[in-house]
């Protein structure tokens, strides 16, 4: 007789290594304090199919089990002797489920019977079963803290003796899919404002009257009433108003008028859009000089989902990088891999789309991972934010088989609240698709809208309106996503090959906004579109209309293709096992049209939809921050300084998180974050090639530098921009637009991540001063375009990175990421910073000065400072053009950017590639010893040339060298000052205090296992 | 020339520097979907090798390679119920060859076609999480064993390559499937230290691996696979440390170590080739 629940449970057979519960166990003594005991995993699988005993029996012995591990256990959940308490995670309904998905696809193989894949048959679980009888709320902590998250998780624990209580979600069985109308007419300001609040619109009361006017409107009750619709706005038309309008997709704040007032100084001056007026026409006024230049690479800026510079005539350079703070905030896994696979999508659906992924970077801060104090109400502690984010950045990259080049990891106790969660992509796009321009959107009335990829569900749903505002113990389980990286795998593998048979006229993804978002961005190319939400197809039944259309449900593409091309497309579809979805056509009407079985569920006019929001007006008002120079006692030996400082949280290895994320996979990367014999040197700047077949390459590197906004936050912003410039120079790349028509591309993303910087007298008093931060940061921005001639092409604002919880608010400090890439003409030509050969001699490029304001030496005593590192472009951009003078005669052998704990931590990682030491005198200053060995002033290289090159070397850079000594073969460093030893230490010690520092010992990794 | 087909699709990741590999070597490279030989559209037999690339095939959920190896297995393409892996054991019974790398070789390994003592390929090892719990990216080098007699490791002493696993470790079940790997050589490539000895010790042997074994043949020499990854070292810059072996020797070779495996089967093939019949024509699948 056939069953149709049935249950599989796979543990492992006696004697083999089990080190998922032997984590468990070190876990929970090491983070949560409790013992307990042995743990053991088993894997479970419910599987709701009708399969005879024998059928289930084969499934779960040849499928499922691996004949040397495993033992299998049918249809019953029980325990070994031994172990008196349990642990089951599972998922909550409709939480995505890619091992279920996995074995489903496993079940129809065997059975060699077609079995729909898309309705879940077979649910995967973990059961921990735990030696101590340990009570019930320590089993709680474990499942919460360690093991699962509250919001996707179904967790079950207690005595074994009592019996192991199973859990089998049944997703569905929710609301019908009716469509409410919401009257909006006779509510007074504070009802359109609740009314905004309970709903998540997350719109203001301005925004909120201008879309009661709009229905109000005699013009739009005429148009509802032909076209059949309710006087009143129906819930879909006020979620698509709000997805729309939300500051997420819309940067209301970046677009808003700012009246800005210098307190200091006294001058007044309105700024007319920050983004117009610092991003964009900078752009454009760089653009210009270079096309001036016979430099016309500049392809795609600002308007697409990545923005596009060409690399030779035959292709182009895709580039995107975003943030993910908020979902990762709440579930920091599944925050970071939808937020790099959705940041995979952007280049990928950037023009026609289906451009090759050819790396990934990404940037985090968070806070300190050694928190020990109480924790806010819903609150993550900032440990378990740092490894779910590192797992599902490892997950997103890896399964994606797209390398993780490049990153940085920055702490900060602010950051405790909301993380910031960076995702970088960079992907390569021939110029042309089947004789297409790859680059241009082009849709006309009557085109196809596709949906392609994943299907939809409840996850997701007000993403974009709910990053939109600060998070607070409140927030909506329905906002997390979970990612599946294999989902889209085969979406991106069709995609490639659908754009280069010509098969797609064009395509954008499904983020934020979902459908909502990529079909009315898309209806605004055409002029309109009709969409038959009936034929979207659900995880599950149980969505009302308006869900269906906002749901940010994963990995799932909008493709527009031309009705002749329908059948060869869907066919591809099928050989590839990708669902497509026609649900709909583009229009020329200039109406969002959207249906539900042929009945209308919203009618919006898209001139109103894109342009109908009202404009902000902002104040700002900048005050100097009071600052002094703080009373630091001088020593004579800074070796023991030097040793805390590679060992601080800031500065030390971050390997055992490197060693994570595939760095190599499609055999390109020629610079990688760790280099040298020892493969622990760090890089400054990643360099992939393009492919097999040329050596011309991209350098990637990132500027980050948030605690110098402390100071100033101008000086924070242009200190981040040349930060990540001269990780590029470093690696052997070049500025653009030297001479006529060399063809350097940069491609350039700005990524601003701020507090709420609206004010309010009561809820956020000192929105001026953040907004004034901001205003500086933008000013820096600009200026240092316009020095380097380096354009920006595409970038994000994340607006309100605010956690709010019992009364306490934790909000980040500003922070601007900049993400550079530049065209490296030779990869073979590329510099790394490690030391190369004894006897080679060691400059500093670049002027030092009294900056050690904001210093990780201050931050040694707890002081801030005073004097914050300040970039001249004009010198700068001077010695740029030499260190690549330099280089084009191959005169630099090892070049390494002076960054974190300035020349002595430089001098300390250049050493760590193979083992070479260093001989340094200092030169006489007037500057004092702590400021020559710490100060992190802008602008400078710590460079080695060959002794035969030194001539030429010194005559190439002037003044602009220092010559402070050699390399050595005896693995000691040692730095004199005025006859004195300041800084003696052999480089393995230094190199051990680096690698055993807090970031890899946080992640389990000892030091025995990482120095060799 | 050399026809080479290697399979993409439901989650692989390695094609291109796979086809690139060959492609230096001086071979013909096809990337073919899987679903396109399962659907009968491309012929193994027209080929001279079958390469599994690595991945994730699947997303790796139920074990690395599981569900692609039971789709192999199990899935039964056309009316006469055959399955690929029949068409597998034909195409090695045809004396031609199998190459897997990384989730390719745990493909290999979960159907049994490596090590295969027995010959009837079912599984007599398996390949499981490391013992660090974790995924690595590092690079590692390996020892060939002198007993082993594949002609892809022909000539190749030691082998400089990178690692990018969670789930290497190869596990053997009882000391006679040992014994008889051992004596017959089937452990063709071995972790080795500083020094070029194997060695158990991390990281040097990255995933605990038994035998400290990187990589496996079967008894015929004609399947190969192994964990670390020779299509990622194609070229010298792969290398983390080759900026300073470049000052050191700026005559050196620009080509990668992994290379030569590649260059070995490509010669052999050729050679093989031109003793024997002519290469059958082609299905044009680019």
């Known amino acids: 007789m056939e069953n149709t629940t049935h249950t599989i449970q796979l543990t492992l057979k006696p004697g083999q290594h089990d080190g998922d519960g032997q984590r468990v166990a070190e876990a929970a003594a090491r983070h949560l304090g409790l013992a307990t005991g042995r743990v053991r995993s088993a894997a479970l699988y419910t599987v709701r199919y009708p399969l005879t005993e024998t059928q289930l029996s084969d499934f779960a012995t040849r499928c499922l089990a691996d004949p040397v591990l495993h033992d299998v256990r049918l249809n019953e959940v029980t325990a070994a002797p031994g172990f008196a308490t349990y642990i089951l995670v599972a998922r909550r309904p409709g939480v995505t489920d890619d091992e279920g998905t996995s074995a489903q696809n496993a079940l129809a193989d065997i059975l060699n019977e077609p079995l729909d894949v898309h309705t879940q048959h077979i649910f995967s679980k973990k059961l921990y079963l735990l030696e101590n009888d340990l009570p019930e709320t320590d089993l709680r902590r474990i499942a919460e803290e360690l093991l699962g998250n509250k919001l996707i998780n179904w967790l079950e624990v207690g005595r074994v003796a009592d019996g192991i209580r199973d859990y089998t979600p049944r997703p569905g069985g929710g609301a019908e899919a009716i469509t409410e109308v919401i009257s909006l007419t006779g509510r007074t300001d504070a009802e359109l404002v609740q009314l905004s609040k309970e709903n998540i619109y997350a719109l203001n009361l301005e925004e909120m009257r201008a879309v009661r006017d709009y229905f109000a409107a005699a013009e739009t009750q005429a148009e509802r009433k032909a076209a059949g619709l309710p006087v009143d706005p129906t819930d879909c038309e006020l979620e698509i108003i709000a997805q729309t309008w939300s500051e997420h997709c819309k940067h209301k704040e970046f677009s808003a008028l700012i009246n800005y007032k210098d307190l200091e100084t006294g001058e007044e001056k309105q700024v007319d859009s920050l983004f117009k007026t610092y991003i964009k026409d900078a752009t454009s006024e760089v653009d210009r000089q270079l ?39 709440i579930d920091p896994y599944g925050g970071a891999i939808t937020g790099i696979l959705g940041n995979n999508r952007d280049p990928l659906a950037t023009g026609i789309g289906g ?25 993550l502690h900032p440990r378990r934010i740092l490894e779910g984010v590192r797992k599902g950045i490892e997950d997103g990259g890896n399964k994606s088989g797209v390398p993780t080049v490049n990153g940085a990891i920055v702490f900060d106790d602010r950051y405790a609240g909301k993380p910031l969660v960076y995702c970088g992509t960079g992907a390569v796009m021939p110029m042309q698709f089947a004789g297409l ?105 149980g969505l009302r209309p308006w869900e269906i259309f906002v749901s940010e449900s994963q990995e799932r593409f909008t493709l527009v293709v031309e009705p ?122 990643a360099v992939v090639r393009f492919n097999f077949e040329s050596w011309e390459g991209v350098a990637v ?71 004034a931060k901001l205003v500086r940061m933008c000013e820096a921005l600009r200026d240092a375009t316009a020095a380097y001639c380096i354009p920006l092409t595409s970038g994000k604002d994340s607006m309100k990175n605010d956690f709010k919880a019992d009364g306490v608010k934790i909000s980040v400090p500003p922070t601007v990421l900049y993400s550079m890439t530049a065209k490296m003409q030779d990869v073979r030509r590329a510099v790394t910073s490690d030391f190369k050969q004894a006897d080679d001699v060691v400059y500093l490029l670049g002027e030092t000065h009294d900056e050690l304001g904001g210093s990780e030496f201050y931050n040694l005593f707890g002081e801030l400072g005073a004097n914050v590192p300040k970039v001249d472009f004009e010198k700068a951009k001077a010695l740029y ?112 205090a680096w690698t055993n520092g807090p970031v890899n010992k946080l992640l389990g990794v000892s030091s025995s296992t990482l120095s060799h | ?119 009837d390929v079912t599984p007599e090892v398996t390949l499981t999480h490391n013992a660090s719990g974790r995924y690595e990216d590092r690079w590692v080098t390996l020892r060939v064993n002198p007993v082993s007699h594949t002609p892809f490791l022909k000539g190749i002493d030691t082998l400089e390559v990178p690692v990018r696993h969670g789930e290497g470790r190869l596990v053997i079940p009882d000391a006679a499937t040992q014994a008889a790997i051992e004596s017959a050589g089937l452990n063709c490539l071995t972790y080795a230290d500083f020094d070029g ?36 070292f194609l070229s010298a810059y792969n290398h983390p440390d080759w900026a300073r072996r470049r000052r050191q020797n700026p005559a050196a070779s620009e080509e990668g170590d992994g290379l030569k495996i590649f260059k070995n089967i490509v010669a052999h093939i050729a050679q093989k080739n031109t003793v024997t019949a002519p290469a059958v024509q082609l299905a044009n699948q680019n």
């Open chain 1, 291 to 329: 096309r001036a230049n016979g430099n016309d690479w500049l392809i795609k800026v600002f308007s697409d989902n990545a923005g596009a510079v060409r690399i030779n005539p035959g292709s182009l350079f895709v580039w995107k990088v975003e943030t993910h703070n908020s979902p990762s905030a």
């Open chain 1, 881 to 992: 053009n030499l260190v690549g003078q330099a280089n084009d005669q191959n005169l630099i052998q090892s070049c390494h950017d002076l960054s974190d704990g300035g020349l002595a931590v430089a001098l300390a990682e250049t050493t760590f590639g193979y083992g070479y030491g260093a001989d340094i005198e200092l030169p006489e200053t007037d500057l004092s010893l702590a400021t020559q060995l710490f100060s992190e002033s802008h602008s400078r290289f710590l460079a080695t040339v060959a002794p035969e090159d030194v001539v030429a070397f010194e005559q190439l850079l002037g003044d602009r060298a220092t010559r402070l000594g050699r390399v050595t073969l005896d693995g000691q460093l040692t730095v004199r000052h005025a006859g004195q030893t300041v800084i003696s230490a052999n480089t393995a010690t230094l190199r051990a």
């Open chain 2, 1 to 119: 020339m050399v026809h080479a087909l290697i399979l993409t699709g439901f989650g692989i990741n390695c094609e291109e520097e796979f086809a690139a590999a060959y492609r230096l070597a001086g071979a013909e490279a096809t990337i073919v979907h899987l679903n396109q030989v399962l659907h009968g559209q491309v012929s193994i037999h027209d080929f001279d090798i079958l390469n599994f690339p690595g991945g994730f095939s699947f997303g790796d959920d139920l074990g690395s390679g599981v569900v692609l190896a039971n789709k192999l297995r199990y899935r039964q393409n056309g009316p006469d119920g055959r399955t690929l892996l029949d068409d597998i054991k034909q195409f090695i019974a045809d004396g031609k060859f199998v190459f897997g790398i990384c989730n390719g070789f745990q493909v290999l390994v979960k159907l049994g076609l490596l090590p295969n003592i027995s010959g």
């Open chain 1, 701 to 771: 590197s990132n500027g980050i530098i948030p605690r110098y906004g402390d100071l100033d936050a101008y000086d924070m912003s242009a200190g981040s921009f040349d930060e990540a410039v001269r990780q590029i120079i470093a690696v052997g790349g070049k500025l653009p637009n030297l001479t006529p028509g060399d063809g350097i591309f940069w491609s350039v993303n700005d990524n601003f991540c701020v507090p709420d910087s609206v004010y309010d007298p009561v809820s956020n008093p000192d929105g001026k001063q953040k907004l």
């Open chain 1, 564 to 685: 002749g091309k329908m059948a060869e497309i869907t066919a591809l579809g099928q050989e590839m096992e990708v669902e497509l979805t026609d649900i709909g056509h583009f229009t020329s009407d200039g109406f969002l049209d959207v249906r539900f079985d042929g009945a209308p569920v919203a009618r919006l006019n898209m001139h109103f939809l894109h342009d109908g929001v009202p404009r902000k007006i902002l104040e700002a008002e900048w005050t100097k921050p009071t600052a002094a120079e703080p009373q630091v006692p001088a020593e004579t030996d800074y070796t023991e300084t030097l040793l805390k400082l590679l060992g601080s949280l800031n500065i030390c290895s971050r390997e055992s998180v490197i060693r994570q994320y595939d760095h190599e996979v499609k055999g390109r990367t020629i610079v990688k974050p760790l280099m040298g014999a020892t493969g622990q040197a760090p890089q400054d700047a």
């Open chain 2, 197 to 232: 000895g194997p060695t158990d010790v991390y990281p040097f042997n990255p995933n605990g691996a038994a035998l400290n074994c990187a990589g496996l043949t079967d008894p015929t020499g004609q399947v190969f696979g192994l964990m670390p990854h020779p299509e990622a």
């Open chain 1, 437 to 541: 321009d790859s680059w241009e959107k082009k849709i006309d009335a009557g085109d196809r809208i596709i949906m392609a990829g994943g299907r939809v569900g409840k996850d997701g749903i007000h993403g974009a309106t709910f990053s939109s505002i600060e998070l607070d113990e409140t927030a909506p389980a329905t906002a997390v996503q979970i990612g599946s990286p294999i989902t889209q795998k085969l979406a991106m593998d069709f995609l490639m090959l659908a754009a280069r048979r010509g098969l797609l006229k064009c395509s954008t993804d499904n983020g934020a906004g979902g459908l909502s978002s990529s079909v009315g961005e898309l209806a605004g190319i055409s002029g309109g579109a009709v969409v038959e939400l009936e034929r979207v197809p659900l995880k599950y039944p």
């Open chain 1, 355 to 379: 451009a090759r992924l050819l790396f990934n970077t990404n940037v985090l801060c968070f806070g300190n991972p050694e928190f020990h104090g109480q924790l806010l109400t819903g609150q």
